[in-house]
């Protein structure tokens, strides 16, 4: 399933795609950094990019500062959810794109040729998942990094042992939504794990690892805000991978805690790049 991702396209070069890029938002104001993220991508002649904003019925002064951005903003929506993953089916189901990614409202684009990037892989392989790196930043100061997730190739029993790909770094095409389903709502906090164990478990969907960094996620976000929202966290990761059959333990939660402590001591290192920043 994985394979060589940059050796340039294939038959398939003319063909354009179109990435959506949905961003989930509910009283955030800040909203507009990861949305000038998005809008500041390049992509090649051809390719399009489509921005889907859902807002949850925000209540402060999120929907202000949005105005300006509805002329840029292809698909806007703002009404009550049920939370972030519902915001997140509801952008899935309004895009039109052939490819959607979901950038978090508080995350940003490592660069302005992430997008290329991705693109790139899906037109020159058969990939039906393109997934990266991220790094964790300050929520301060987004170009302190604190926290380097480096990701692999998947293999089986990786998810039994705490592994999972940064969900923002996770591209899909759209038939695979539209064949296997979104987001599970009964997950609050762990639901993106569970899709994820979808897809590359039981679909066996093909995909191709980017060792790259692709955004920076600032600290502070729903599944690390609080010890108490960690512990959820897991405990709920530990149910998906129960609900798909997978075979778990309470070694899974150890597993877990232990893949973690490298990332607070790695950091990426910069390397030469071409057009599309690989």
Known sequence: MQGPYNEGRDSNEDLAL???????????????????SVLAQRLDPGDELELVVIDGGSTDGTLSRLEGYRSRVAVFLSEKDSGIYDGMNKGIERAS????????????????HALATVLEIFHSSDAQVVYGDL?????????KVVRYWKSSPYEDGLFERGWMPPHPSFFVRRQVYEQHGCFDLAFQLASDLD?????????????????????????????????????KGNLEGYRACKKNGLKVSLLFFVHKIISRIPQFFMRPTAAPRNDHGI
């Open 97 to 112: 794109g052939d490819i959607i990614g979901i950038l978090n409202s508080d995350d940003l684009y490592e660069d302005d």
């Open 135 to 143: 790094v964790y930043v300050r929520e301060d100061d987004p170009s």
């Open 195 to 231: 899709l994820m164990i979808r897809f590359l478990v039981k679909a066996r969907m093909r995909f191709q690892y980017v060792p790259k960094v692709l955004v920076r996620m600032r600290l502070g976000g729903a599944s690390n805000k609080s010890v108490r929202n960690i512990i």
């Open 18 to 36: 179109k990435i959506s890029i949905i961003t989930t938002v509910y009283n955030h104001p800040r909203v507009i950094e990861a949305l000038d």
